[in-house]
Structure formats: structure tokens, C-alpha cells
């Protein structure tokens, strides 16, 4: 044996030993069938990505995304969307800035509310970076988005305003307050007020005080509760003390009171000659209102035909007592119900028409959630969450150029990795799009950029960039693009609308407006067409692809083993390495990129894992016999089987055991890890030992 391989036998001996004594191996755990590790590898880590481009080196054009200032056209048209009147020179004469600014201070807060809070951030916006193209974005697009949202929220805002103005129009007429439209269309906190000034109740008035005091859960409560609750008290105190005069005079005014609140169910005010009817005749006089006549008391106007139907004056007053309030439950119940199912079959609608797109997949996931969550997440999906998971990545498909992504910071538009740093999961940037309807067909879709500001994705003499919007009608077509189901067999594709037939396409991680005609440079490669024009819609803020991911996006095999990654990626010095389901890959720059299995990455870590040696292959299924392996660097191996466990073996022994066939000899696995015996070194085995004399060089082995 030559000195320089004694000393790296010595030395790497020398190194599992102190490891060893440091950290004691951990007991791996039993290894269900079937998941050993396969028993051929994919190589050294970087044969999925053969074939894959040179990441480009892209250089920014910033003069392309500089956003022209709005035409007086698009000024018009936003003027108009707001409804204040004609856009005079008052208006057309302005700076984008100064006209966001007059957006803000003109319109209607209480029908645009959502438009004008949006005027006010960009204003701000502006103000603090006059460059900025977000003022002349809100008037060419912007505006037009949060009219249309304040259309929806105002139509909402209606009717929550009609169900509050009921409310309190059911409350006053059962506590017997005079109310006039003053009282019953302001705030809930002064209709407390109200009836605190107007009630006669005693109850009343002080439960009116005390919720005035409150918050609005609390002026809501007293409204839609307790209001009930104490009038009904102040009317049997007012029974008992008609009592201290008579049974009469208090089952005659009981009988009042319970047509008086019975009539308020509908909110109305009973009249004086309502009281003294009979009750079935005080029924027929309900029956005869206009309230009863709305289809939104069905439940009451049923039920009060049914109690004239029987003959039986109990039922009359049990319907008076009792039963038109149970009716009045359900008319309520049924409304409700009615009115969350339109909620629920508009976010139906907006999940249909997203998963038809294709492009929109965290729009449908959060149709989705709201459709299992419940009436308040479907409200609040319908006015805020739809608005804000429109953001997304484009990543590539093909075989070996998976884990790419579509970015560009300006100018040409390119797929990238990014590039690999000293960080384990650093951020790709400017590869988030938020995905509008198309600009020139709103059946389409438009690709503008998360941090520029009006810019889209476009085509131009095929090529596409980043450009911002011009608002030329060319522009529009150049920048939408509709999707199809992805040419490739599953995914998405991208038809260019101004460009019918041509899709976006990567070519050389450069990106084109192509077909597989042949005819241009980009329309080549006809065998992989139909992968490069699709593409896999993902989540924004994509991260830059590592060695790692890169091999497990390209790698199918090595991918299905592995399983989904469960940790983020860990940088110590020139090491990367990132936790899986299955396994623990490890990359260097020259050893590539190898996983390291279950008791094998056990015992690799108690020696000292990458600080020691980084693998060479992954690990791999022993071929005849069920057992995993993994080789190192400097000629280390650790071999596995359920029978012996995981064990090294390394040097002049991992020499002569291989040159007898590994486990395939008469010898079969490693029973314990290489040891001193006297002056001499030695491996154990299931059927013998192999020794190697440090002194002489000499290596045996021999059956025991």
C-alpha cells in the first residue's frame, strides 16, 4: 500500500472512530416493505438536467416599463366611470397625479368608498415618487376596477341597510315608540339613543341607556334582543298593576298587548280599534295589510290563514300568542338562507369561470375554502379575497427545464433558475404576475407584472417582454393571451389573441409568441413544441430553483422516492442540503446532487454527515439481496440491511470486500463498523471478517 493511501486509511479511521464515540449511532426504525431505496440511480445528480439552457443573463430595459401619461380619452372615461359629471378642461388639463388627486376629492364616498381610498394610496404614491406609474395605471385601468367593485359592494350596502332599517322599524313598533324615517335610516348607535329619548318603558329606556354606552355588538344586541326582552317586561309589570284593580282589567290588557306585539312581528303599529277586535277578526285584519300581501312573510300569511281555518278560538290566540312569531322565524330563516345560497352561487360562478380559465388556481382554492368555511367567508370572498389571490408564477414543463420561471424586469422576458447564492431559499423576483382579465378580450387574460405597475406581458415581432401599457388598442391584443388546455396533455397554454394559433412558448429560455410551423428559429424544435408552450401556473414570489430542486423537478424517479420536500434548504459553507419525505439530499459543486436514505442517513449523521464526506451516489437498493448503500467521498461506504443495520466501511477492507463482489460474496453485509484488534484493522460480516494490517499493507479476509 502506497503512503499516501495509508494515510488515508489512517485518516479517515482516525475520523469515524472520534465520531463515533461523539454520537452514538440512534436505533433506525423498522423499514416497511417496499420502501427501500431503488436499486439503480439516476448517476451523480445532474443528468435530469441535461439538454436544459444556459440560465440567461438578463439585462433590465427600464425605459420599457415607463408608463406613458393617460391620454384625455382614458381621462374621459374615468370621469365618466365616477359619475361627476362631464370631464371638462377642469379635469383634462391635469397631471395624472393631480387628477387621481381630484378622483379622490370629487367622488361620492358613500356610493365609491373603495374607489376612493385607492385614489388616496396612489395619490400618496405619486406625491412621494413623482415617477411612478401607478396614477396614470388608476385612470387607464385601475378605476374602472374599483368602480365595478364598489357597483357590487354598494348593491350589498343596500341591502344590508333594508335588513338594518327593518330591524329597527320591528323594534320600535314592538316597544310601541313612534319612529320616524330619521330614526329608522341612521345608525344603530342613535336609534338607541332614540328610543331611549321616546320610550315610555321604564325597562326600556334604562336597557336603551346602557347599550348606548356600549359598542356596536351592543347597540346590534339591544336591537335585534333586548329590546323584546325588556318591553315584554315593562308589559307584565304593567298587567300586574291593572291586576291590583282586577282579573278583567288585566286579561284585557294582556289581550291588547299580545295583538300589539303580534302586529309588530309585521312592523306595524297597531291601532287602537285592532285591540278591541275579536281575534279572529284582528287575523283577517292582518291578513288585509299590505305586509302580509309581500311574499317575504309567506310563512306568517300561511299560518294565519291556516289558524282562520279552524273554528277553534284556541288556535286564534295561540296563533296571535305564539304562532306568528314562530311563522315570522321562519320567513326569517328562509330569507337568510336565501340570500347566503346567491352568495354561495356567485362564488360558484367566479370558482367555474377560474378553473375554466386555468390560470387562476389560488382563486379557486379560495372559492373553495369559502364554500367550506361558511356565510361570513363567503362574504368576506365576495368582497375582499377574490381581489386578492389574483397574483401568481408561470413555471416551466419540459423534461430537464422543469423549475423554471418566467421573469423580466423590463424589456425582453426570459425563463430562469435565477441564480444559486449563499442563501438557502432566496427570492427570484420580478416572476410574480397578476393575472387580469384581458385587456382586449375579457374572456382572456392579461400577465401584468406584481412590481411594475401597469406593464404586461406582450408580444412584439413574436418576441415577448415586459412593457407598459400604451392603452393603444394594439397594445391590448399584443398583451392578452387566452388560455387553452395545455398542448402538452395536462396544464395550461397561453394562445396569443393577436396572434391567433401562436402560443407562448420558451425557446433557448428565451420567450416567444410560436407554433411548430418551422418557419422561424423559435417555431423549431417541433418534438418538444408542445411541452415548452405549457406551462404549470403556481403560486407568486417564486424562489430561485436550486441544484437540489432542479433535480427533483426533472428527475421523476428520483422525485417519486424522495417524496415533497418538509424542510427549506440549509446553507453551511460550500454544502446545501434539504430535508424530504423519504430522504435528505445533499449538493456540493463537486460531488452534484445525491440523496442519503432513512438508517443510512442515520448513521451517516452520527459520524458527522457532510462536515465528514458528502455522497457520490444516492442511495441505492442492493440488487439481490433487500439492502441500501450509499458511497462517499474518499472511498467511504455505509451499507444497510434490516438483518445487521447500517454500517462503514471504508479504505483497504471497502477495497477487497469490493473486489469480492460487495454483499454478493460469501461474506454479505457489514456487522459492525471497522475496528482495531490488536496492531491489526477489521470489518465484521455476516459470514466472516476481512482484517488489514496497517504495518504491512496487507488486506485478507476469511470465513469465521
Same mark, same amino acid.
Given at each position: 500500500?502506497?503512503?499516501?493511501? $495509508?494515510?488515508?486509511?489512517?485518516?479517515?479511521?482516525?475520523?469515524?472512530? !472520534?465520531?463515533?464515540?461523539?454520537?452514538?449511532?440512534?436505533? /433506525?426504525?423498522?423499514?416497511?416493505?417496499?420502501?427501500?431505496?431503488?436499486?439503480?440511480?439516476?448517476?451523480?445528480?445532474?443528468?435530469?438536467?441535461?439538454?436544459?439552457?444556459?440560465?440567461?443573463?438578463?439585462?433590465?430595459?427600464?425605459?420599457?416599463?415607463?408608463?406613458?401619461?393617460?391620454?384625455?380619452?382614458?381621462?374621459?372615461?374615468?370621469?365618466?366611470?365616477?359619475?361627476?359629471?362631464?370631464?371638462?378642461?377642469?379635469?383634462?388639463?391635469?397631471?395624472?397625479?393631480?387628477?387621481?388627486?381630484?378622483?379622490?376629492?370629487?367622488?361620492?364616498?358613500?356610493?365609491?368608498? !373603495?374607489?376612493?381610498?385607492?385614489?388616496?394610496?396612489? *395619490?400618496?404614491?405619486?406625491?412621494?415618487?413623482? =415617477?411612478?406609474? @401607478?396614477?396614470?395605471?388608476?385612470?387607464?385601468?385601475?378605476?374602472?376596477?374599483?368602480?365595478?367593485?364598489?357597483?357590487?359592494?354598494?348593491? $350589498?350596502?343596500?341591502?344590508?341597510?333594508?335588513?338594518?332599517?327593518? &330591524?329597527?322599524?320591528?323594534?320600535?313598533?314592538?316597544?310601541?315608540?313612534?319612529?320616524?324615517?330619521?330614526?329608522?335610516?341612521?345608525?344603530?348607535?342613535?336609534?338607541?339613543?332614540?328610543?331611549?329619548?321616546?320610550?315610555?318603558?321604564?325597562?326600556?329606556?334604562?336597557?336603551?341607556?346602557?347599550?348606548?354606552?356600549?359598542?356596536?355588538?351592543?347597540? $346590534?344586541?339591544?336591537?335585534?334582543?333586548?329590546?323584546?326582552?325588556?318591553?315584554?317586561?315593562?308589559?307584565?309589570?304593567?298587567?300586574?298593576?291593572?291586576?291590583?284593580?282586577?282579573?278583567? %282589567?288585566?286579561?284585557?290588557?294582556?289581550?291588547?298587548?299580545?295583538?300589539?306585539?303580534?302586529?309588530?312581528?309585521?312592523?306595524?303599529?297597531?291601532?287602537?280599534?285592532?285591540?278591541?277586535?275579536?281575534?279572529? #277578526?284582528?287575523?283577517?285584519?292582518?291578513?288585509?295589510?299590505?305586509?302580509?300581501?309581500?311574499?317575504?312573510?309567506?310563512?306568517?300569511?300561511?299560518?294565519? #290563514?291556516?289558524?282562520?281555518?279552524?273554528?277553534?278560538?284556541?288556535?286564534?290566540?295561540?296563533?296571535?300568542?305564539?304562532?306568528?312569531?314562530?311563522?315570522? =322565524?321562519?320567513?326569517?330563516?328562509?330569507?337568510?338562507?336565501?340570500?347566503?345560497?346567491?352568495?354561495?352561487?356567485?362564488? $360558484?360562478?367566479?370558482?367555474?369561470?377560474?378553473?375554466?380559465?386555468?390560470?387562476?388556481?389560488?382563486?379557486?382554492?379560495?372559492?373553495?375554502?369559502?364554500?367550506?368555511?361558511?356565510?361570513?367567508?363567503?362574504? %368576506?370572498?365576495?368582497?375582499?379575497?377574490?381581489?386578492?389571490?389574483?397574483?401568481?408564477?408561470?413555471?416551466?414543463?419540459?423534461?430537464?427545464?422543469?423549475?423554471?420561471?418566467?421573469?423580466?424586469?423590463?424589456? #425582453?422576458?426570459?425563463?430562469?433558475?435565477?441564480?444559486?447564492?449563499?442563501? +438557502?431559499?432566496?427570492?427570484?423576483?420580478?416572476?410574480?404576475?397578476?393575472?387580469?382579465?384581458?385587456?382586449?378580450?375579457?374572456?382572456?387574460?392579461?400577465?401584468?407584472?406584481?412590481?411594475?405597475?401597469?406593464? *404586461?406581458?406582450?408580444?412584439?415581432?413574436?418576441?415577448?417582454?415586459?412593457?407598459?401599457?400604451?392603452?393603444?388598442?394594439?397594445?391590448?391584443? =399584443?398583451?392578452?393571451?387566452?388560455?387553452?388546455?395545455?398542448?402538452? +396533455?395536462?396544464?395550461?397554454?397561453?394562445?396569443?389573441?393577436?396572434?391567433?394559433?401562436?402560443?407562448?412558448?420558451?425557446?433557448?429560455?428565451?420567450?416567444?409568441?410560436?407554433? @411548430?410551423?418551422?418557419?422561424?428559429?423559435?417555431?423549431?424544435? &417541433?418534438?418538444?413544441?408542445?411541452?415548452?408552450?405549457?406551462? %404549470?401556473?403556481?403560486?407568486?414570489?417564486?424562489?430561485?430553483?436550486?441544484?437540489?430542486?432542479?433535480?427533483?423537478?426533472?428527475?421523476?424517479?428520483?422525485?417519486?422516492?424522495?417524496? =415533497?420536500?418538509?424542510?427549506?434548504?440549509?446553507?453551511?459553507?460550500?454544502?446545501?442540503?434539504?430535508?424530504?419525505?423519504?430522504?435528505?439530499?445533499?449538493?456540493?459543486?463537486?460531488?452534484?446532487?445525491?440523496?442519503?436514505?432513512?438508517?443510512?442517513?442515520?448513521?451517516?449523521?452520527?459520524?458527522?454527515? /457532510?462536515?465528514?464526506?458528502?455522497?457520490?451516489?444516492?442511495?441505492?437498493?442492493?440488487?439481490?439481496?433487500?439492502?441500501?448503500?450509499?458511497?462517499?467521498?474518499?472511498?467511504?461506504?455505509? *451499507?444497510?440491511?434490516?438483518?445487521?443495520?447500517? /454500517?462503514?466501511?471504508?479504505? &483497504?477492507?471497502?477495497?477487497?470486500?469490493?473486489?469480492?463482489?460487495?454483499?454478493?460474496?460469501? !461474506?454479505?453485509?457489514?456487522?459492525?463498523?471497522?475496528?482495531?484488534?490488536?496492531?491489526?484493522?477489521?470489518?465484521?460480516?455476516? /459470514?466472516?471478517?476481512?482484517?488489514?494490517?496497517?504495518?504491512? +499493507?496487507?488486506?485478507? @479476509?476469511?470465513?469465521?
Amino acid at each position: 500500500m502506497s503512503v499516501y493511501k $495509508r494515510r488515508l486509511v489512517r485518516g479517515v479511521t482516525v475520523m469515524a472512530v !472520534l465520531a463515533c464515540l461523539a454520537a452514538p449511532v440512534v436505533a /433506525h426504525a423498522e423499514t416497511p416493505e417496499g420502501s427501500l431505496p431503488p436499486s439503480s440511480a439516476t448517476g451523480l445528480g445532474e443528468r435530469a438536467t441535461v439538454g436544459a439552457p444556459v440560465v440567461p443573463q438578463e439585462v433590465p430595459d427600464p425605459a420599457t416599463t415607463s408608463v406613458p401619461e393617460s391620454t384625455e380619452v382614458e381621462k374621459v372615461r374615468a370621469v365618466r366611470a365616477i359619475e361627476v359629471g362631464e370631464a371638462t378642461d377642469e379635469w383634462l388639463m391635469l397631471s395624472d397625479k393631480n387628477f387621481v388627486f381630484k378622483v379622490y376629492d370629487r367622488i361620492n364616498p358613500d356610493k365609491y368608498p !373603495l374607489t376612493r381610498a385607492e385614489a388616496y394610496r396612489v *395619490y400618496r404614491i405619486a406625491v412621494d415618487a413623482p =415617477d411612478a406609474p @401607478d396614477a396614470t395605471a388608476f385612470i387607464r385601468t385601475g378605476v374602472h376596477e374599483f368602480v365595478d367593485r364598489d357597483h357590487i359592494e354598494y348593491a $350589498r350596502r343596500v341591502e344590508e341597510a333594508r335588513l338594518a332599517r327593518e &330591524a329597527r322599524q320591528k323594534a320600535a313598533a314592538f316597544a310601541e315608540i313612534p319612529a320616524d324615517a330619521a330614526m329608522l335610516d341612521g345608525n344603530d348607535q342613535n336609534f338607541v339613543y332614540q328610543v331611549w329619548r321616546r320610550s315610555t318603558g321604564p325597562k326600556v329606556r334604562e336597557g336603551a341607556a346602557t347599550a348606548w354606552g356600549g359598542d356596536a355588538t351592543a347597540w $346590534r344586541t339591544f336591537i335585534t334582543t333586548t329590546i323584546f326582552d325588556l318591553h315584554l317586561q315593562d308589559q307584565a309589570d304593567a298587567i300586574e298593576k291593572a291586576r291590583e284593580e282586577s282579573e278583567e %282589567k288585566a286579561r284585557e290588557l294582556a289581550a291588547k298587548q299580545a295583538k300589539k306585539n303580534a302586529a309588530a312581528v309585521l312592523a306595524i303599529v297597531a291601532p287602537e280599534g285592532w285591540l278591541v277586535l275579536s281575534d279572529d #277578526d284582528f287575523i283577517r285584519q292582518l291578513l288585509a295589510t299590505p305586509q302580509l300581501a309581500d311574499p317575504r312573510h309567506a310563512e306568517v300569511a300561511e299560518a294565519a #290563514d291556516a289558524a282562520l281555518r279552524s273554528t277553534d278560538p284556541v288556535d286564534w290566540a295561540t296563533f296571535i300568542g305564539t304562532g306568528i312569531y314562530a311563522a315570522d =322565524d321562519r320567513d326569517a330563516a328562509r330569507e337568510k338562507a336565501a340570500r347566503e345560497e346567491a352568495d354561495r352561487q356567485k362564488v $360558484r360562478e367566479i370558482k367555474a369561470k377560474a378553473e375554466a380559465g386555468r390560470v387562476r388556481p389560488r382563486l379557486v382554492a379560495a372559492a373553495n375554502a369559502a364554500l367550506a368555511a361558511g356565510p361570513a367567508a363567503v362574504t %368576506k370572498f365576495l368582497s375582499e379575497t377574490q381581489y386578492s389571490v389574483l397574483e401568481q408564477a408561470l413555471m416551466t414543463t419540459t423534461p430537464s427545464v422543469k423549475g423554471w420561471h418566467v421573469r423580466s424586469g423590463g424589456g #425582453d422576458a426570459w425563463i430562469t433558475t435565477g441564480t444559486q447564492g449563499t442563501a +438557502g431559499e432566496a427570492p427570484l423576483g420580478e416572476a410574480t404576475w397578476k393575472v387580469v382579465s384581458g385587456l382586449a378580450d375579457a374572456n382572456c387574460y392579461s400577465f401584468e407584472s406584481a412590481t411594475r405597475v401597469g406593464s *404586461y406581458l406582450r408580444q412584439q415581432d413574436y418576441r415577448v417582454k415586459l412593457h407598459a401599457s400604451d392603452g393603444s388598442d394594439q397594445f391590448k391584443l =399584443d398583451a392578452t393571451w387566452c388560455p387553452r388546455a395545455g398542448l402538452s +396533455g395536462s396544464d395550461v397554454s397561453l394562445e396569443s389573441k393577436a396572434l391567433p394559433g401562436r402560443f407562448l412558448r420558451h425557446y433557448g429560455a428565451a420567450l416567444y409568441a410560436a407554433n @411548430d410551423s418551422g418557419k422561424f428559429t423559435w417555431d423549431g424544435n &417541433a418534438h418538444l413544441y408542445k411541452t415548452d408552450a405549457s406551462w %404549470k401556473v403556481v403560486g407568486p414570489d417564486p424562489v430561485v430553483t436550486t441544484k437540489i430542486m432542479l433535480r427533483w423537478y426533472n428527475d421523476d424517479k428520483w422525485r417519486a422516492f424522495v417524496g =415533497d420536500p418538509k424542510a427549506t434548504e440549509v446553507v453551511d459553507g460550500a454544502v446545501r442540503y434539504r430535508d424530504f419525505a423519504n430522504s435528505r439530499a445533499y449538493w456540493s459543486e463537486a460531488t452534484g446532487v445525491h440523496n442519503v436514505w432513512g438508517p443510512i442517513l442515520t448513521k451517516y449523521r452520527s459520524v458527522g454527515g /457532510h462536515k465528514w464526506l458528502l455522497p457520490v451516489n444516492d442511495s441505492t437498493g442492493t440488487p439481490n439481496s433487500p439492502g441500501a448503500f450509499n458511497h462517499f467521498e474518499r472511498g467511504a461506504s455505509i *451499507y444497510w440491511s434490516e438483518a445487521t443495520g447500517a /454500517h462503514l466501511v471504508y479504505g &483497504a477492507i471497502r477495497t477487497k470486500w469490493e473486489s469480492l463482489g460487495w454483499e454478493r460474496s460469501y !461474506l454479505g453485509f457489514p456487522t459492525a463498523d471497522e475496528h482495531a484488534v490488536g496492531n491489526l484493522r477489521r470489518s465484521t460480516f455476516q /459470514h466472516g471478517n476481512i482484517d488489514h494490517d496497517p504495518a504491512t +499493507g496487507r488486506t485478507w @479476509d476469511y470465513r469465521t
